[in-house]
């Protein structure tokens, strides 16, 4: 195969390169059904935490369909070679601080907004400036590692809380099929003996390159016979109401954020630039090691690009809706999933953009118009948000426990993470910065 002709495929435009899909990026129907299922299983994760902040059930449908086709430009638009997706472990942390303002509670106010947009606001100014700069890898350096962990750690403690505290109403509501949903999904995904049995048998490993669908699925059935839910199913379509949207969210239509929600958003937006670079580096590895599997196709892997392209997206986002942080680098379980297929080698997928494009619908966006399937996944939304927390609870445990080197470290984080969840982003912050000066002591902490 010509290296040059699949790489070069598409249309530069600066730093970034356009692939139309069906032109420059091929239809693959595995790919493509399997983001069809496993997008309609988490595509509307954001609707009870759209609804949770004031919008009514068709704004959070409309607010789901912008961040869900800007997430997917990343590989069509901008030529990123990963599966983009939101900075997940953000998000608990995000609704707690909303939850700590009065604005997590149903009931829309103009400030929740416009707080989110100075979220959004400084998190694409800084993203570009270190893009621009390449100064990305620098600052996370600087970061001492009990601080990292902590943050990590506080974003797992932080879902915990949300789902078995604060939503524990909402979990009683559905405890048969939650139970099964929390269950088999983390065994799937973090389960050792589930590895070892999936390396042996084809089917277990079929199961568990799928991520969180089929815990998702065979849930939702259990919740149907014994009556947890009820479906009420329409037909036809109906076209995402985006005017509302923006009238109620845009800071284009609400006005701008004050000079106090943006020295108040600075902690959240430190703590989710943390978390998104990890997933930058998590891609990157991913991309490398299978690399070394396909020479005929040399992908071009840039971080500053990749800071560059998440700005965009999310300056778009503010626009339009702000909603942090739903822009960032890494769908990590469909990243693993493509690349895995890729490495296979060019018949088995000649692009990895071609794999990539197909999971996320070559761009088409039409399964938030499809009514049949937005009141089929409606009684299930709750679950999939519940599904997305659990699983990026455990996922950032994991991460944050492998961060420490020395005990201080680790007492400093356990402290760290528990200040953020459960006093604010700025005193768990602060805290943090402290405990590494008198306690843990400043080293170089070089990215492994």
Not at 15 to 24: A, G
Not at 45 to 69: C, D, Q, R, Y
Not at 196 to 213: D, I, M, P, Q, W
Request: proline letters at 6%.
């Amino acid at each position: 195969m010509n290296t040059k002709s699949v790489t070069n495929r598409g249309l530069k435009w600066g730093p970034f390169t356009l692939r139309i899909p069906f032109i420059h990026s091929k239809f693959r129907a595995g790919e493509f059904f399997q983001g069809l299922v496993i997008s309609g299983a988490t595509a509307f994760g954001a609707v009870p935490i759209a609804m949770g902040l004031g919008l009514t059930f068709e704004e959070a449908v409309a607010l789901s369909f912008v961040a869900g086709t800007l997430v997917a430009s990343g590989p069509i638009i901008f030529g990123e070679p990963m599966a983009p997706g939101w900075v997940t472990p953000a998000i608990p942390i995000v609704i707690a601080a909303f939850a700590a303002r009065g604005q997590f509670n149903g009931v829309y106010q103009v400030e929740t907004f416009q707080f989110m947009a100075a979220m959004c606001i400084e998190f694409t100014l800084l993203l570009f400036v270190l893009g621009i700069t390449g100064w990305g890898r620098k600052l996370i350096e600087l970061i001492p590692n009990g601080l990292k962990a902590g943050v990590i750690l506080g974003a797992a403690l932080a879902a915990f809380y949300q789902v078995f505290v604060t939503d524990m109403d909402k979990l009683m509501l559905q405890p048969i099929s939650m139970t099964v949903a929390i269950a088999l999904c983390v065994i799937t995904t973090f389960s050792d003996p589930f590895k070892v049995l999936a390396e042996k048998n084809s089917f277990f490993k079929r199961v568990s390159s799928l991520g969180l669908l089929p815990g998702f699925v065979l849930a939702a059935l259990v919740a149907f016979i014994f009556n947890e839910v009820s479906f009420d199913i329409e037909w036809g379509f109906r076209i995402p109401d985006v005017v509302s949207l923006f009238n109620r969210t845009s800071p284009l239509a609400i006005g701008f954020p004050s000079a106090g929600m943006f020295i108040e958003a600075i902690p959240l937006v430190i703590i989710a630039y943390t978390l998104l670079f990890g997933d930058l580096i998590t891609g990157m590895e991913v991309l490398k090691d299978g690399q070394s599997n396909r020479p005929d196709e040399v992908l071009d892997i840039n971080l500053d690009r990749s800071h560059l392209s998440i700005a965009v997206r999310n300056f778009l986002g503010v626009l339009i809706n702000p909603f942090f942080p739903s822009q960032g680098a890494l769908w990590t379980g469909v990243h693993v999933v493509v690349v895995e297929r890729w490495k296979k080698g060019p018949k088995e997928m000649p692009s990895i953009f071609d794999g990539l494009t197909s999971y996320y619908l070559m761009g088409l966006p039409f399964l938030y118009v499809t009514l049949p399937f937005i009141t089929l996944m409606k009684p299930l939304m709750q679950m999939a948000l519940t599904l997305t927390l659990v699983l990026t609870g455990f996922a950032c445990a994991y991460v944050a426990m492998a961060i420490p080197k020395k005990n201080s470290e680790m007492a400093s984080a356990l402290l760290i993470a528990v200040f953020i969840t459960f006093f604010s982003a700025w005193v768990g912050l602060l805290l943090g910065i402290l405990l590494s000066i008198f306690v843990v002591g400043f080293e170089n902490n070089k990215i492994k």
